[in-house]
């Protein structure tokens, strides 16, 4: 499997999100807000700390690897999303929390 940078995993997560905004419309007549994707992303990132729960043995679940990767992946997908929608450059973010964090540890 080939590495994913931060250009390619916008662009992509952008396609598919256009897909969910057109379902969006058929099912609902109107895209979700931004307000309504946070809420969703909170929804997976919720069902993630599930399922590590269940990975750890503290919660009974089947299937809790794979499911537990996807709602990862959908995670940051959603993260993703919520930049892009809100004017912030992911890139731009993560690098200046890794090197804020960074340097908080080398004081």
């Known amino acids: 499997m080939s590495s994913l940078n931060f250009e390619q995993l916008k662009e992509r997560s952008l396609k598919i999100r256009q897909r969910y905004h057109e379902l969006e419309l058929n099912h609902h007549g109107s895209e979700w807000t931004?307000?309504?994707?946070a809420?969703?992303?909170?929804?997976?990132a919720g069902l993630v700390g599930r399922h590590v729960?269940?990975?750890?043995?503290?919660?009974?679940k089947e299937n809790t690897e794979q499911e537990l990767k996807h709602k990862i992946g959908e995670s940051i997908w959603w993260l993703t999303i919520l930049a892009e929608r809100m004017n912030i450059n992911i890139e731009e973010a993560t690098e200046e929390f890794l090197s804020k964090t960074e340097n908080l540890f080398e004081k």
């Open 34 to 37: 931004v307000e309504e994707d």
């Open 53 to 60: 729960m269940s990975q750890q043995g503290r919660w009974p």
């Open 39 to 44: 809420l969703a992303f909170l929804t997976d």
